[in-house]
Each structure stands twice: as structure tokens, then as C-alpha cells.
């Protein structure tokens, strides 16, 4: 089935210029890229973006650190891409991230892992609306 899925490159990877060859990784695993835009989030959204983490020691310190300097946000679309995506990205810790994966290639630890994406498509879809509204997607 054909889906899409919310990726968001992480301020570690806008700051050391590797959305582009994110992107590029992206593409070439046969995604494509139907919704795009680097954005510098407030500390409220991150906050409202994350609050399934709210009871997490972690949360603070991520949330600070998505809204400490911008991110791209982008609609991803291919055929299982939410699960396709998370097997691109690699473990959520880098030191367990399987080679060729963006995590392992890029990630500098747990809480600067370079790329968020959705876990589910109920998650899919309130993280896509989050950021985009219909007029921004266009597959
Ligand atoms: P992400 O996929 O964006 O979802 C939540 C984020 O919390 C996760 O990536 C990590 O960057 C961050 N995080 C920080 N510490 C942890 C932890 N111990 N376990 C899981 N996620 C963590």
C-alpha cells in the first residue's frame, strides 16, 4: 500500500549541511519527496509535538534541542513507507544503528540522531498535518 510519512532532518544535521545528501540517500531508497520546508520551530510546538514523550527523563532536553535551530519537515511517499523509512533511518541510538543506515552514517548520539520519522500511521498522519496543510503535499 501506498503511504506517506512525516521525516523531519534534526538542527544536528541542517547545522553540518547534510540535508542534501540526506535528501539525496532518500531518493535513491525510492521515496519520494512530495512535501518539503526548513522551518525553525518554537519550543511550544516541539513540546506539542512530542507530548507522547512528556513522562520521559529526555523530553525537556529534546524538545530544546528540536527547536534550538531549524529543521527540515518533509512528507515522505512509497509504497510502506512508514516501516521502509524507519529501516532507512536506522535504530533510535546510533551505536545500534545497522550499517548504510542514516543513523549510523550520520547520527552523533541518541538525542542528535539526525532524522525523525513517524512510527505508525496514526502517528503518520497527526505528525503530517502538525506541519503541512493539503495545499503543501503535492505527490
Ligand atoms: P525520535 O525518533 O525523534 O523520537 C524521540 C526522540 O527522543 C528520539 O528520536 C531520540 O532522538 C530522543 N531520545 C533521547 N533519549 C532517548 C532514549 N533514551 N530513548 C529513546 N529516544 C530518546
Not at 518554537?42 to 520521559?56: M, P
Not at 540522531?113 to 512510527?119: A, E, K, L, R
Amino acid at each position: 500500500m501506498i503511504e506517506w510519512t512525516l521525516s523531519i532532518i534534526k538542527p544536528d544535521a541542517t547545522r553540518r549541511n547534510l540535508t542534501g545528501e540526506i535528501d539525496n540517500i532518500i531518493e535513491s531508497a525510492g521515496f519520494r519527496i512530495i512535501a518539503q520546508k526548513r522551518i525553525l520551530i518554537s519550543l511550544e510546538q516541539a513540546k506539542k509535538f512530542y507530548e507522547i514523550h512528556a513522562s520521559k527523563p529526555f523530553y525537556d532536553d529534546l524538545c530544546k534541542f528540536l527547536s534550538s535551530e531549524p529543521v527540515v519537515v518533509q512528507v515522505l511517499e512509497k509504497e510502506n513507507a512508514i516501516e521502509e523509512y524507519r529501516q532507512l533511518m536506522g535504530a533510535t541510538n546510533p551505536t545500534n544503528a545497522a550499517e548504510g543506515t542514516i543513523r549510523k552514517r550520520f547520527a552523533i548520539s541518541v538525542d542528535q540522531n539526525s532524522v525523525h520519522g513517524s512510527d505508525a500511521p496514526e502517528t503518520a498522519a497527526r505528525e503530517i498535518s502538525f506541519f503541512f496543510s493539503n495545499v503543501e503535499i503535492v505527490g
